[in-house]
C-alpha cells in the first residue's frame, strides 16, 4: 500500500473529520502531521506528528512543514486565518509542497467589502442593496449618523450591519435580532467603523442554505446543500455563533428548496467562477466558494462567500463519502475532480459547548451544573455507542485540550456528534444519543438542530414566499 504523508493545518472539529477521513482511507497508508491550534485528543492519537501553534501563525506552520516536507506529499487547510493571512503562498513557495486552498489574493474572505463588489459585477442580482461607509468618508459624527439615517430610510429600518475583516469589533448586527432602534445600530455601527469599512446591507427574507464545492482550478464539483443552525439557544434565540450544530437531507438539496433552487445556486456559482477574472484558475484550489445563500421565493441571494469548508457544514459530508478522500485530494491537485461519489443517507451534526459560549452560563439551573465548570469531560461513552451504531457515529472534539490523561474544553465549541441515518430525524436522534452521552465540564447544546418542527417551519415560509412571486 501506498505511504502518503498530509499535513492538516487544524482549528477544531471541521479538521477532526478531515483527519478521520484521511486515516479511514482503505487506498493509502496515511501518516497525518497536524499543525494544530491546541492539544486536540483526538489529533494526538492519530498524529505521526503533531505541534500546537495557539495563533495559527503562518510562520510557524510553514516550519513545521519545512522540517517535515520529505515525508509530506501535500498540505490541506481548514480555519480561514491561515489562508486568508496566505499560508499556501508561503509554504509553496518556499518547500514546493502543494497546498489545498485558496491562494492570499482569492481568499475574498478577507474581505466582504471585495465581494460585494466582484458579485455586482459578475451578477448584481444575487447581492442584496448594500452601502458602503469608510471613517475617512465623513468630517464627524454627526455627518456620519445623517448618512447612516438616510440609507436607514431608504431600507425602513430593515438593515444588516457587516465589518468588512471578519471578527472586527462586535461582528454582523442584524435589525429585529441585534438591535430594535436606530440608536442601538448606530452603535453596534460606530465600533466596527473603528475596525475599517462597514457595510449596511438590506435584510433579506428566506431561508438560509450553505452550498459548498471542491475545486481543481478547472471544475467545480457542488456538495449537497446543508443547513447551519447560527443562533445559540432553540428557536433561533441568542447570539450568533460559529454555528450550533448543522444537517443535510438524504440527496443534494434541502426538504424547503426545489431542484429548480438547486440548479439556480449552481449557475450562480459557476457564472462567479468562471467570470471571475484570474489568471491561474489553480489559486482558486481547494473550497473557494461555500456559499450562504437565502432563498427568497425569486432570485437566491448571497448572504457571504467563504473561502474554506464550512464548520460545521464540511462535517456532515466527510463521514458519508464513498470515494477516498485522499483520492479527492490528488484529482484536485492533478486537475481532474470532476464528481465525488457520497452515500444516500442523511446526517445532522450537534456541537456541545462550554458555559460562556453564546453567553449560557448567565442561565444556568442550579449550583450542581456551576460546579462542574472546567472540570474534565469524558467522551467514553459516547464513543463506546460505536458498538451500537458503528460508523453511522462520529464523536469529534473540537475544542478541547488533552492534559495528561484527562480532556478539557476550552472557550470555543468544544466537540460535535454526527450521526448519519435514511432519513433527517433517524441521523438527528444519534447524534442526540451521542450527546448525552457526553459528561462533564457543564457543557450543553441546542436540542432542536434539525428537529421535524424546525424543518416543517422553513418549508412553510418557503411556500409562502413563493406564493408571494
Given at each position: 500500500m501506498e505511504k502518503v504523508g498530509i499535513l492538516v493545518v487544524s482549528y477544531g472539529a471541521r479538521e477532526t473529520a478531515m483527519i478521520d477521513a484521511f486515516t479511514r482511507s482503505t487506498n493509502y497508508d496515511v501518516e497525518v502531521y497536524v499543525a494544530d491550534k491546541q492539544r486536540n485528543p483526538f489529533n494526538l492519537k492519530r498524529a505521526a506528528k503533531h505541534v500546537v501553534i495557539p495563533d495559527l501563525n503562518i510562520e510557524t506552520i510553514y516550519k513545521f512543514a519545512e522540517v517535515n516536507k520529505d515525508k509530506i506529499d501535500f498540505c490541506i487547510v481548514g480555519p480561514e486565518k491561515p489562508i486568508i493571512e496566505g499560508v499556501r503562498n508561503i509554504i509553496e513557495k518556499r518547500t514546493r509542497t502543494p497546498v489545498i486552498c485558496p491562494t492570499k489574493e482569492y481568499a475574498i474572505e478577507a474581505s466582504k467589502v471585495q465581494q460585494r463588489f466582484?458579485?455586482?459585477?459578475?451578477?448584481?442580482e444575487v447581492n442584496p442593496r448594500f452601502q458602503i461607509f469608510n471613517l475617512k468618508d465623513y468630517k464627524n459624527q454627526q455627518?456620519?449618523?445623517?448618512?447612516?439615517?438616510?440609507?436607514l430610510d431608504e431600507l425602513d429600518n430593515n438593515a444588516v450591519v457587516k465589518p468588512d475583516k471578519p471578527a472586527?469589533?462586535?461582528?454582523?448586527?442584524?435589525?429585529g435580532d441585534h438591535f430594535n432602534t436606530r440608536e442601538q445600530l448606530f452603535e453596534h455601527f460606530l465600533v466596527n467603523l473603528q475596525h475599517g469599512s462597514v457595510i449596511i446591507e438590506e435584510k433579506i427574507e428566506g431561508e438560509e442554505s450553505s452550498f459548498q464545492v471542491f475545486c481543481d482550478g478547472k471544475h467545480l464539483v457542488p456538495l449537497p446543500e446543508t443547513r447551519d443552525y447560527k443562533r445559540a439557544f432553540d428557536d433561533d434565540r441568542g447570539p450568533q455563533t460559529g454555528g450550533m450544530g448543522s444537517y443535510k437531507?438524504?440527496?443534494?438539496?434541502?426538504?424547503f428548496m426545489t431542484s429548480i433552487d438547486r440548479a439556480k445556486e449552481i449557475e450562480i456559482v459557476s457564472n462567479i467562477f468562471h467570470k471571475w477574472k484570474i489568471k491561474d484558475r489553480t489559486a482558486l484550489r481547494g473550497l473557494p466558494f461555500y456559499v450562504a445563500f437565502m432563498?427568497?421565493?425569486?432570485?437566491?441571494?448571497?448572504?457571504?462567500?467563504?473561502?474554506?469548508?464550512?464548520?460545521?457544514?464540511?462535517?456532515?459530508?466527510?463521514?458519508?463519502?464513498k470515494d477516498d478522500f485522499v483520492d479527492i485530494c490528488f484529482r484536485i491537485l492533478e486537475g481532474n475532480l470532476t464528481h465525488i461519489e457520497l452515500e444516500k443517507m442523511a446526517s445532522v451534526v450537534t456541537y456541545k459547548v462550554p458555559p460562556n459560549y453564546g453567553g449560557y452560563a448567565d442561565t444556568f439551573p442550579n449550583q450542581v451544573i456551576k460546579d462542574e465548570i472546567g472540570k474534565?469531560?469524558?467522551?467514553?461513552?459516547a464513543y463506546e455507542l460505536t458498538k451500537k451504531y458503528g460508523d453511522r457515529i462520529r464523536i469529534y472534539p473540537a475544542a478541547m485540550e488533552q492534559r495528561n490523561n484527562e480532556t478539557y474544553a476550552l472557550t470555543s465549541r468544544a466537540v460535535a456528534v454526527v450521526g448519519i441515518g435514511e432519513n433527517i430525524e433517524e441521523a438527528r436522534q444519534i447524534s442526540l444519543e451521542g450527546i448525552k452521552a457526553i459528561k462533564g465540564?457543564?457543557?450543553?447544546?441546542?436540542t432542536d438542530i434539525a428537529s421535524k418542527q424546525h424543518i416543517e417551519k422553513s418549508i412553510k415560509h418557503m411556500e409562502e414566499l413563493r406564493r408571494r412571486k
Open positions: 466582484l458579485f455586482q459585477q459578475i451578477m448584481p455627518e456620519t449618523k445623517k448618512a447612516v439615517y438616510k440609507w472586527a469589533g462586535k461582528g454582523v448586527g442584524v435589525w437531507n438524504i440527496g443534494d438539496f434541502l426538504p432563498h427568497t421565493g425569486k432570485t437566491p441571494k448571497i448572504l457571504e462567500n467563504n473561502s474554506r469548508p464550512g464548520d460545521p457544514e464540511i462535517i456532515n459530508i466527510l463521514p458519508i463519502l474534565p469531560v469524558d467522551l467514553n461513552k465540564g457543564a457543557l450543553w447544546n441546542r
